[in-house]
Structures are given as C-alpha cells and as structure tokens.
C-alpha cells in the first residue's frame, strides 16, 4: 500500500499532520418505507455533510441495519425488499459511494460477532431500562429477546466502524448514551479498545411527529401510515395526509410545542423544508388551511427530485447490490480490525 499524507513516515516537522477525517454513522431499518421524519431528521444532514465545507473531514458510515428488523414481528421477503429499497432511496437522495461507505449490515458479519463480546460487557438491567424496550414490548404476545438486546446490536454498530459521531433523532438518544457507556466499560476493564461515539443532533426537524397524532412520533412501523409522510408518496397522497393533518380549535398560527403540537409539527416540517427557522415560518400565514397547502407543496418540491432519481435507479436493481457489496467488502476491512482487537483485550485466543 502507498504512504498516505497523514503516515507517520512521511511527516515532517514542516508539514503539520492532517487529522483523520471524523466518522459519523448513520443506521436506518429497512422496517417500513422511509419517511420525512427519517429525511429531515438523519439522512438529509448526512448527505449534507458529504460535501460541507465546514465538515470537509467527514466519513460518513451508512448501514442499512436489517438485522434490526428481525427484532419485531417481520415477514421475510419485506425485509429483503425494504432492504434494497432503502438502499435504493438513499441513493437516490444522495448517498455517494466515493465519500460514504454504504452498506447491508447483515452483509458484514462482524456485527453479529462484535455484538456478543459487548452482550458480555452490558449488564440485563441496563438493558431492560431502555425506554424503546419498554415501548415496543408494550402489547405483544411474543417479546423476541433480540428486541431486549438491540441496543448492544446498536453499540456493535457504532463501535465496530471506530465511529466518531452518530446523528440521533431524540428517540435514540438513550441507546446512544449505552453504547458510550458500553464502550467505556470495555476500555475501562480490557484496555484502550474503541472509540467512544459522541451524538450529534440537527437543530431543528430532530423529531418529526405523527400527523394524524401529534404526540408520536413519525415512524415507519406506525401501525396506520394515515399521519406518515413516505418518502415515495405521490403528490395527491402528501396533499391529503397533510390536509388531515390534527391541529386544535384555536385558530392561532404560532410555534407553541408544548401549547399546539400539531401546528408547531407542520411549522417544524414547513421551516425544514425551506431551510427557515420554525419561530419564523408563520410570517405572512394566517389560517390553518394556508398553512397547510403551504407544507403540502414544500414537501412535494422536496420529495420530487429524489423521486425522480429514484425511478431511474429501481430500474437498475444489479448496479445497487454492486454499490452495496463494494460497501460491505470496504466496510469489513476496518470491521475486522476492529473485532481482532476486541476478541485479543476480552481474552479469546
Ligand atoms: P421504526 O419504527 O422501525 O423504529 P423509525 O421511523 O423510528 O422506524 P429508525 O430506522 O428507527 O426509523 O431511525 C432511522 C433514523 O431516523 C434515526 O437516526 C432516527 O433518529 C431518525 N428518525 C426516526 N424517526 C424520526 C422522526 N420522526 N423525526 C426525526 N428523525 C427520525
Ligand atoms: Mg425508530
């Protein structure tokens, strides 16, 4: 392998070192079609940074997280098909295979094998702690122990790929905190081992609520997709979902969260959409109705060019698996490091 700029060996006194890029990582479940909380919330700034100057030194890291997807209720040939889809969509907003590394993670096997050496660094309570547990667990018949265990699958993630910083919505903010305390508690114990992530967090559009229920959050395994804007919906369906969207009765267009979530969610959307700031959106809005055509044609001017690229891309399903498995095969090469450290601090042969 040639010397890089930044091997010891080549750096002199004269020439100041050039930090190693900072790696951020992104992990989206192909369990639902992505949606505009997704959007804002995650991909859009990730895509954003590929090419910012301001964060010029940044790797991004994206994994299409499907073993994630087999913690809850899943049909087989959804995931495999949400899987692609997703990849496709990312593509298609942005994604560049030459900045970010973007893969299956199922695809890199050292997940899985990373995953058990933190399952014995992670303590059961702190586990059953997690309030997304406790959520999802809520009602079902059959808790798969893999839903109980995803935060550790998490933290593989996060630490397998030496991650510096990793974008969270306010939902996985106390997953995040785990997997720093997983990875001090490594270190701590087994020796200078992982990269201790820290989150980072968009300014505004962090969560992105339901339409139909401003109280929860926009997500892709909502059970009624009523109050979801997909990120593959046509411009009809974005004009009645946000049309229906739950206000209040009180006529008032200002951003008040806590007073008025549903407005303040479509002001949130609309300030995302134009790149304003929500406090700001209302200028000039002075109904409900307006402020929602308003939203419903921001949406559909953000949607339509990633649709657009999208529906070239799904025609070319071969050239995304090629994408995926370069991404993998690069992914595995850190990956692997990572593990071979892990297994030789935690005492395996
Ligand atoms: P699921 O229902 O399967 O949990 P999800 O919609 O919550 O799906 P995830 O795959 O869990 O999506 O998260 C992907 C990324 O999108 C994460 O970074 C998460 O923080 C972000 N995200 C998810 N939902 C929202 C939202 N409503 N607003 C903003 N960001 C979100
Ligand atoms: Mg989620």
Same mark, same amino acid.
């Given at each position: 392998?040639?010397?890089?700029i930044?091997d010891?060996a ?6 100041p070192a050039v930090?190693?890029p ?7 479940k192909?369990?639902?079609?992505l949606?505009?909380?997704?959007y804002?919330?995650?991909? /859009? ?16 890291v994206?994994? &299409?997280?499907?073993l ?8 087989p ?5 949400? =899987? #692609?889809?997703?990849a =496709?969509?990312?593509l298609?907003?942005?994604?560049? +295979?030459?900045?970010?590394? #973007?893969?299956?993670q199922?695809? &890199?096997?050292?997940?899985t094998?990373?995953?058990?050496l #933190?399952?014995c660094t =992670?303590?059961?309570g702190?586990?059953?702690r997690?309030?997304?547990?406790k959520?999802k667990?809520?009602?079902q018949?059959h808790?798969?122990?893999?839903l109980l265990t995803?935060p550790?699958l998490?933290?593989?993630d996060?630490? !397998?790929?030496?991650t510096?910083?990793? +974008?969270v919505?306010?939902?996985q903010r106390?997953h995040?905190?785990l997997a720093r305390?997983?990875? @001090?508690?490594?270190?701590n114990r087994?020796?200078?081992t ?5 989150g980072v967090?968009p ?7 339901? !339409?139909?229920?401003p ?12 109050? &979801?804007?997909?990120l593959?919906? +046509? ?7 946000v ?5 209040d ?9 806590? /007073?008025? +979530?549903?407005?303040?969610? !479509? ?6 959409? =134009?790149g304003?700031?929500?406090?700001q959106?209302?200028?000039g ?5 307006q402020l929602k055509?308003?939203?419903? @044609? ?5 949607l339509?060019p990633l649709?657009?690229?999208h529906?070239?891309?799904?025609r ?5 698996q090629?994408?995926?498995a ?7 090469e850190?990956?692997g490091a990572?593990v071979?450290r892990?297994r030789?601090?935690?005492g395996? !042969?």
């Open positions: 392998m040639s010397p890089t930044t010891p080549v750096c002199t006194a004269s020439s930090p190693p900072v790696r951020r990582l992104t992990g989206i192909p369990t639902g079609p949606h505009l909380g997704n804002l919330g995650a991909i /859009r700034p990730m895509v954003e940074a590929q090419t910012d100057p301001a964060t010029g030194a940044t790797h991004g994206v994994a &299409v997280v499907d994630h997807a087999l913690t809850v209720e899943h049909r040939h959804e995931v495999r098909a949400l =899987t #692609l889809e997703q =496709t969509v990312l298609a907003v942005g994604v560049d +295979p030459r900045r970010t590394t #973007l893969f299956v199922s695809q &890199v096997p050292e997940h094998e990373l995953h058990y #933190l399952e =992670t303590g059961y702190e586990a059953q997690m309030i997304q547990f959520q667990a809520d009602g018949r808790v798969r122990l893999s995803y550790v998490m933290t593989a996060i630490l !397998l790929h030496d510096d910083e990793v +974008p919505g306010d939902d106390q995040l905190e305390g997983v990875a @001090e508690r490594f270190n087994y020796g200078d992982f990269t201790v992530p820290r967090n300014p505004f559009a962090a969560r992105i609520m339901d !339409l139909a229920d109280a929860v959050k926009m997500e892709k395994s909502a059970a009624d997709g009523a109050g &979801v804007i997909y593959l919906d +046509p411009p009809d369906a974005v004009r009645r979902k049309k229906r969207a739950v206000t009765s009180d006529g008032e267009v200002c951003y008040d969260p806590d /007073r008025k +979530p549903g407005v303040s969610n !479509l002001m949130e959307i609309l300030a995302a959409c =134009t304003a700031d929500p406090r959106t209302g200028h809005i002075t109904s409900y109705g055509s308003a939203v419903a @044609e921001a949406v559909i001017d953000t339509a649709q657009r690229r529906r070239a891309l799904a070319e399903p071969g050239q995304v090629e994408v995926l370069a991404g993998a095969a690069n992914a595995r850190r990956a990572t071979a892990a030789r601090a935690i395996l !042969l």
